[in-house]
């Protein structure tokens, strides 16, 4: 069984101060044995963060990472960083940073292989436009990033390997993919495993829906056989994350 899995995005949002007092007034609230529960933070929240939620379940993680160890490149940030910090998520490719920062599939692969050789799990982003689902190319679309976002990577690296299935048209917009939209994404990137990695790679690989979610929608959603939890963006800088972790 693979246990769920709810992260915040909370993107550009939140001082140090304000991400301190947030973190520290939900970490009970986020912290229960059926899903994990990460907050994503800004790079410069990320020790306060990790300091608020301590002794808690709740874990924190990245937006982003450089896949180069160390060197010149002003502005960035390593996984030895990250990991020496006690980090143990990041989120890979997420479609705001390949439509804007220039990430492509293969730098988020890059980025994947250096993650997990750092033991920090990758929450690789995938999804389509909404004209590339118009021209029903949506399988095509995501088959090629998952390759991409995989190559390289082991069946057995498969379990600290999380995926999430994040259509931009749904991202920040309000309109939330449909159930049998978002589970028949799902389903298909799991197939798509399997034939990569076999099964149990398939079966081990946690899947999560992006997208809109809300304490509205995400129980059917994460109710889904395919989707084990949630990437969300809007809804988990206000208290009511909580009923999206929860799944009430
Ligand atoms: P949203 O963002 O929940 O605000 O749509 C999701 C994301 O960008 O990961």
Redesign the pocket.
Same mark, same amino acid.
């Given at each position: 069984m693979r246990k769920k899995l709810v992260a915040g995005?909370w993107?550009m949002f939140f001082t140090p101060p304000a991400a301190k007092k947030f973190a520290e007034e939900m970490k009970t609230k986020l912290d229960t044995p059926d899903v994990d529960a990460v907050l994503c933070v800004p790079y410069v929240s990320l020790q306060t963060v990790k300091d608020a939620l301590a002794g808690s379940n709740v874990k924190v993680g990245a937006q982003n990472v450089h896949y180069m160890d160390e060197g010149a490149y002003t502005g960035e940030i390593s996984c030895e960083m990250l990991a020496s910090m006690g980090v143990p998520y990041v @989120?890979i490719g997420?479609?705001?940073r390949r439509e804007r920062f220039g990430e492509t599939d293969t730098t988020v692969n890059l980025k994947t292989l250096k993650a997990l050789k750092h033991g920090i799990i990758p929450i690789i982003?995938v999804g389509e436009s909404q004209r590339q689902r118009r021209e029903n190319r949506t399988a095509n679309v995501l088959r090629k990033q998952i390759a991409f976002a995989l190559d390289e990577i082991s069946p057995k690296a498969m379990k600290n390997v999380v995926i !999430?299935y994040?259509p931009i048209w !749904? @991202?920040?917009?309000?309109e939330v993919a449909t159930l049998e939209q978002a589970e028949e994404a799902c389903a298909l990137i799991r197939k798509q495993i399997e034939e990569r990695m076999g099964s149990e790679a398939a079966e081990d690989t946690r899947i999560l829906y992006?997208?809109?979610?809300?304490p509205e929608n995400a129980k059917a959603l994460f109710a889904m056989p395919n989707i084990d939890g949630?990437?969300?963006?809007? !809804?988990?800088v206000k208290p009511s994350f909580e009923q999206v972790v929860r799944c009430e």
């Open positions: 995005n993107k @989120i997420h479609s705001e982003c !999430a994040e !749904a @991202i920040g917009t309000g992006g997208g809109s979610v809300t949630g990437l969300v963006g809007g !809804a988990s």
